[in-house]
């Protein structure tokens, strides 16, 4: 598994950052704002961007600023701010290239079935993140991480991510969490996905991110071992997942309490 620094505190780890690489100086300001408030409050860090979107309601949605460019702004943050970094593939052969720069390969909801991929990924020896499908009971996720760790990997994180309510809306189970932990993985709660509400007919994914502290606060209760929260400088103009995304000013107020209701409860 990854090494995260030290942990004296006995906190949840966090997996935070934009949804998207929109270019560097956005990325580098960002790792350090998240740098400086975890080190605060003694929260293990893993800096979160996508090199590239695959998965877009609208052909012109943008995507990404070019794969290599992207990957070495991760590769930037983690050298300079001496933080791992994570980041989402979705297909086979992106696995080895995106390891050459990320800590940890994320594989997106929708793709947790994929065979070829999982396994690609797990050959890199890198840290796989599994996110669970909107489609999946938790006890299902127990056949995605069998397929990394029968490739040969032992090093599995899963990821509660809210699961399809209807049409355009997502709901979070949260007894999933301790089901997913009896399989002896860290599990994550996504908080900032699952208050999308996808397929939208403007094409475009909306969001309810006025509830992102009621969301993580319920996980950190059930005992989530990490967090996952994406978050941009200015949500209203970030160019994915906006709608659902929590402004970076108002992370260190929430860090704050959920460090609060962690002590509480151990």
Do not use: W
Request: with cysteine; glycine share 8%; aromatic share 6%.
């Amino acid at each position: 598994m990854i090494e995260l620094k030290n942990n004296p505190a006995g906190n949840f780890f966090l997996l935070a950052g934009p949804c998207v690489i929109e270019g560097e100086e956005m990325a580098m300001r960002i790792a350090e704002r998240v740098v400086g408030i975890t080190e605060k409050l003694q929260i293990p860090y893993v800096f979160k961007g996508s090199y590239r979107k695959a998965n877009r309601s609208r052909l012109d949605s943008f995507t990404g600023i070019g794969d290599e460019k992207a990957l070495k702004v991760l590769k930037k943050v983690r050298d300079t701010f001496g933080v791992p970094t994570v980041t989402d593939i979705h297909s086979a052969n992106e696995a080895e290239m995106a390891a050459e720069y990320a800590d940890i390969l994320q594989i997106p909801a929708f793709l947790c079935r994929q065979t070829d991929l999982l396994v690609a990924a797990a050959k890199t020896g890198k840290t796989i993140n599994i996110k669970k499908g909107q489609f999946l009971s938790p006890l299902a996720m127990q056949f995605a991480a069998d397929k990394v760790v029968e490739a040969g990997n032992k090093n599995v994180m899963l990821t509660e991510r809210g699961t399809t309510f209807g049409y355009q809306d997502l709901v979070v189970d949260y007894r999933g969490i301790p089901e997913m932990q009896t399989f002896g993985y860290p599990v994550i709660l996504d908080v900032t996905h699952s208050l999308q509400q996808p397929n939208q007919t403007s094409g475009v994914t909306g969001g309810m991110p006025q509830l992102i502290e009621t969301v993580a606060k319920a996980g950190i209760a059930v005992g989530a071992d990490g967090i996952f929260i994406e978050t941009h400088e200015n949500p209203a103009v970030a160019k994915s997942d906006g709608a659902n995304m929590l402004k970076l000013d108002l992370l260190e107020g929430l860090l704050t309490k959920l460090v609060r209701i962690r002590e509480a409860i151990k």
